[in-house]
């Protein structure tokens, strides 16, 4: 009979803690109203049991002119702005030394250059006042980045699969498996007088899926592109906070932000406000 009391006890308790846990936060989202339609990106504010304030600031990196500035009067209030980009920091890209090893990723701010023509917005690196004095570079160097992508022996085509895999079980889970209608939609948009637009609203809805294809990628022992990358911007947080800053935000793209949720929780933090901001601002023809 004590066994049998004991084992209810025990289940009791387990259910508890399964309803107690938090919920993931999504961190970015697609947004349809009357007049426009928006794409939005979250800032989630955690606290530490040490009273330790740290906002996860969800980035687009390519976005209205508009957000980015909005990003840059909030990032005045922090103690200390932790932000990502694989190789020097900021102030540091320009050195002659560094510009070989910057040149190895330039495909990736090519392909943003033409999206963000394409869809007529602007770019982050552009947009973001990355030399302000509380900017702390949060994320791997290249000689960093390349060797860990050695040891998990990750390169662009086993992040393809992934991310094809993972894609493949959303669309699933959402039912969507027609390529031929999506190509004929593109089609019609390229045709419209303001395809700009349209085309941002189609790649705005598809961001919905966003955050479960990297957690989908994520599994089987994650990816340097997000996991490995993250455990170094935590490393920073804890490093500042040891130097006293009490109030900080750690600006990375959106889609690294879950995986981010989770580890901060792990450690004691406890989640405690949800702020959203229009990253694309997407009004109806008339």
């Avoid at 909005?70 to 932790?82: P, W």
């Avoid at 998990?152 to 079980?169: D, P």
């Avoid at 340097?224 to 920073?236: C, I, S």
């Avoid at 947080?237 to 690294?256: E, N, S, T, V």
């Amino acid at each position: 009979m004590k066994r049998l009391l004991l084992l209810h006890v025990t289940l009791a308790f387990a259910v508890l803690s399964a309803a107690e846990e938090p919920k993931p936060t999504n961190f970015i989202r697609f947004v349809e109203e009357d007049e426009t339609d928006s794409l939005q990106t979250a800032i989630v504010t955690y606290e530490s049991p040490q009273k330790v304030r740290v906002d996860l600031v969800g980035a687009i990196h390519i976005a209205d002119k508009a957000y980015f500035d909005a990003l840059n009067e909030r990032f005045k209030g922090y103690d200390a702005v932790l932000y990502e980009l694989v190789g020097p920091s900021f102030e540091d890209r320009d050195k002659p030394e560094v510009k070989k090893d910057a040149a190895k990723l330039a495909w990736v701010g090519q392909l943003q250059t033409m999206m963000r023509d394409t869809l007529k917005l602007h770019g982050q690196l552009e947009g973001i006042d990355y030399k302000a004095k509380n900017f702390v570079h949060a994320d791997m160097d290249m000689s960093q980045f390349t060797e860990t992508q050695t040891e998990k022996q990750e390169n662009f085509l086993t992040l393809y699969f992934k991310a094809a895999q993972a894609q493949k079980e959303v669309n699933e889970k959402r039912g969507v498996n027609s390529d031929a209608a999506g190509m004929v939609m593109l089609l019609k948009i390229l045709t419209m007088k303001d395809s700009s637009t349209e085309l941002k609203r189609m790649i705005a809805q598809e961001f919905d899926s966003v955050e479960d294809i990297m957690a989908g990628m994520e599994t089987g022992g994650g990816t340097v592109l997000v996991g490995e990358r993250n455990k170094v911007a935590l490393q920073v947080l804890d490093k500042q906070i040891a130097a006293g800053k009490k109030r900080l935000a750690i600006f990375y793209g959106a889609a690294h932000l879950g995986d981010m949720e989770t580890r901060l929780l792990k450690q004691g933090y406890k989640r405690t406000k949800v702020e959203w901001l229009k990253a694309w601002d997407l009004p109806h023809a008339k």
